[in-house]
C-alpha cells in the first residue's frame, strides 16, 4: 500500500501528480491529512480531479502559531499509536510517502516509523545551510532526511547533500512541481480574475519575513517602491494577512493606489496570474520553481536559497540589499527566459521506485 500524508496547500500542489497518477492507474493508496491547512484545500481537490482524503487527523482552523503546532503534533501521534489502523487501514503496511519541509512533513514521517513503515521523503536533500533561512524549515528537513529510508531528491545536488546519510537516494532529476505546472497549463482556466494592462505579482509568507516587525517593515517599504514603479497584486497568505494586522501595515498599504491586495488563489488560478504577470516578487521556494520554468522575472526576497532553479536566469537572489531591489524594480524584464518546462516526469519515476516498497 502506498500511503500520501500532506497536510498544506503547497505540498498538495507538489503531490497532486502523483496522487492523479495513483488514481488513474486504479492503484492502491490511502489519501491521510494532517488537517495543518483547511482553506482552499477543498477547491483544489476540485482543480485537480481528486478524491476526497481517506483520513483526516484534524479537523478546524488552520495551525500556524508554533503552540498551536506542538499541541497538534502530540495529538496526532498519540492517535496513530493507538489507533495505527484507523489511520493507515487494515493493510498497514507499504510505504508513506511524505512531501518537503512542512511541520507536517515531520509529523508524517514521524507517523511513518511509529507505524513500522518506510518512509519516502519526496523533494528530499534540500539545503540552504543555515538553520535561520529559511526558519524552521531548515530544521525540518535535517530531521526528515534522518526519519525517511528512501530520499527522492530533484537533482544532482540535492542528491549529493544527503549521498553519506546511508539513505536509499533517488534522483528524480526536477521538481514535481514541473509536473504540476504542466497539468495546471494543460487545463481549461477562467481569466476573470486578472487585472487589465501591465502588473507584478508579490507572495510573502516566510516566518523570518513576517513574524519580525522590523523585517515586515522593511519588507513593506520595498514592495511600495516596486509598486511606484509597477502596479502589485499582493496575494494574502493567512499568515500575512495576520501580521499586517497585528503590526497595523494593512491600512498602510490600502492606502497605496498601486498595491491590491488579493486573496489567496487556487493553484489554476494563481498559474493564469503568473502567466500574464510582468514579473513576481517572493519568498516563496515553490514560486522560484515556477517561475524558472515559466520564464517570469523573479526577485526573491531571501538571504538564501536551498533551490537551484531560475537562480544565475530569471531569479533574482535579493541577499535583502537596497540596491539589488531596486534594480531588479527599475527593469525586470532584463531577467524575463523563454519559457522551459523539464522533459523529466519526476512523479513517475517516484512512483515506480515507490511501488517496489509498497509490495
Not at 496526532?76 to 503496511?93: K, Q, T, Y
Not at 494592462?197 to 523585517?215: D, K, M
Not at 517602491?225 to 490600502?254: K, N, S, Y
Not at 531571501?302 to 541577499?319: A, C, H, M, P
Request: charged share 25%; with cysteine.
Amino acid at each position: 500500500m502506498i500511503h500520501v500524508v500532506l497536510g498544506t496547500k503547497a505540498q498538495l500542489i507538489k503531490m497532486a501528480p502523483i496522487l492523479v497518477r495513483l488514481e488513474q492507474r486504479g492503484i492502491p493508496h490511502r489519501f491521510i491529512h494532517t488537517g495543518q491547512h483547511q482553506a482552499t484545500m477543498d477547491a483544489m481537490l476540485a482543480e485537480f480531479g481528486l478524491r476526497p482524503p481517506d483520513v483526516v487527523l484534524h479537523t478546524g482552523r488552520d495551525v500556524v502559531s508554533l503552540p498551536q503546532m506542538a499541541w497538534w503534533t502530540a495529538k496526532i501521534l498519540a492517535r496513530c499509536v493507538g489507533a495505527r489502523r484507523r489511520v493507515f487501514g487494515e493493510d498497514a503496511s507499504g510505504i508513506v510517502l511524505v512531501h518537503g519541509d512542512t511541520f507536517s512533513t515531520l509529523l508524517g514521517a514521524l507517523m511513518g516509523r511509529v507505524a513500522g513503515l518506510v518512509v519516502g521523503h519526496v523533494e528530499s536533500g534540500l539545503r540552504s545551510f543555515d538553520l535561520f533561512h529559511p526558519f524552521p524549515e531548515e530544521l525540518t528537513r535535517l530531521a526528515t532526511f534522518r526519519l525517511s529510508q528512501v530520499l527522492y531528491c530533484p537533482g544532482p545536488g540535492p542528491a549529493a547533500n544527503v549521498a553519506k546519510l546511508g539513505r536509499e537516494v533517488v534522483d528524480t532529476g526536477t521538481n514535481t512541481m514541473a509536473d504540476t505546472l504542466a497539468l495546471a497549463l494543460a487545463a481549461e482556466r477562467r481569466t476573470d480574475h486578472v487585472p487589465r494592462g501591465r502588473f507584478g505579482i508579490a507572495s510573502l509568507h516566510r516566518y523570518e519575513n513576517v513574524f519580525q516587525r522590523a523585517r515586515f517593515e522593511r519588507m513593506v517599504g520595498w514592495l511600495e517602491e516596486i509598486a511606484a514603479e509597477c502596479p502589485l497584486l499582493f496575494v494574502l497568505h493567512p499568515p500575512t494577512a495576520r501580521q499586517l494586522d497585528r503590526f497595523g501595515l494593512r491600512e498602510r498599504l490600502e492606502r497605496n493606489p498601486a498595491i491590491s491586495l488579493f486573496p489567496r488563489q487556487t493553484y489554476f488560478d494563481f498559474v493564469t496570474l503568473l502567466e500574464r504577470a510582468a514579473f513576481i516578487v517572493t519568498d516563496g521556494g515553490s514560486i522560484q520553481e515556477e517561475s524558472s520554468y515559466l520564464g517570469l522575472p523573479c526577485l526573491l526576497l531571501r538571504k538564501t536559497s536551498e533551490r537551484e532553479e531560475g537562480l544565475g536566469g530569471n531569479v533574482v537572489l535579493s541577499g535583502y540589499d537596497d540596491e539589488t531591489i531596486r534594480r531588479f524594480a527599475r527593469e525586470p524584464e532584463i531577467w524575463r527566459r523563454p519559457r522551459a518546462l523539464p522533459e523529466q516526469h519526476p512523479s513517475d519515476l517516484i512512483l515506480e521506485n515507490a511501488l517496489c516498497h509498497a509490495r
